[in-house]
């Protein structure tokens, strides 16, 4: 599958749409709308947003880099529907966040996702991301798993 992955803000309807779908996923996952500890996303304190689209232009999937301290982001919304799973979405989302932080002089990158999700988990590790002691407001969540990558 051809995918592009470029930025977009983060207000686009597409963008919205892939969130809306991986808030819903989760909330069922979960069994809840309480699953993310600490402060959610906004337009405000989003450094990038990526989209991923195949040729028709449908957007597959999006990731996003949050700025924490110096030399690091933490990668936030990282999604792909289900029907492009397996297909190299993901890993074409998270190679452009990964060539954005280190354009941005960025040298590590972190991320939270919770034990519901096996497979986000088999991802990320697969991919070179090591398990870490959960930061910021992550500590003390028992359903979070942190991780990270030094770029």
Not at 125 to 151: K, M
Request: hydrophobic fraction near 35%; charge should be negative.
């Amino acid at each position: 599958m051809n995918v592009q992955v470029r930025p977009e803000a983060w207000d686009e309807p597409d963008g919205a749409a892939l969130r809306a779908a991986q808030r819903a996923e989760l909330d069922a996952r979960y069994g809840c709308d309480d699953h993310e500890p600490g402060t959610k996303p906004t337009a405000e304190d989003i450094a990038l947003f990526l989209v991923a689209r195949d040729d028709a232009g449908t957007a597959l999937g999006c990731g996003g880099l949050r700025l924490l301290e110096p030399g690091a982001a933490e990668i936030k919304r990282m999604y792909v529907v289900p029907e492009a799973r397996g297909t190299g979405v993901a890993t074409a989302v998270l190679r452009a966040l990964e060539d954005a932080a280190r354009e941005r002089g960025l040298d590590t990158l972190k991320l939270e996702t919770g034990h519901g999700q096996p497979d986000a988990i088999r991802f990320y590790e697969r991919e070179g991301y090591s398990r870490i002691e959960n930061f910021g407001s992550y500590v003390g969540a028992e359903i979070s798993r942190c991780y990270a990558r030094r770029l």
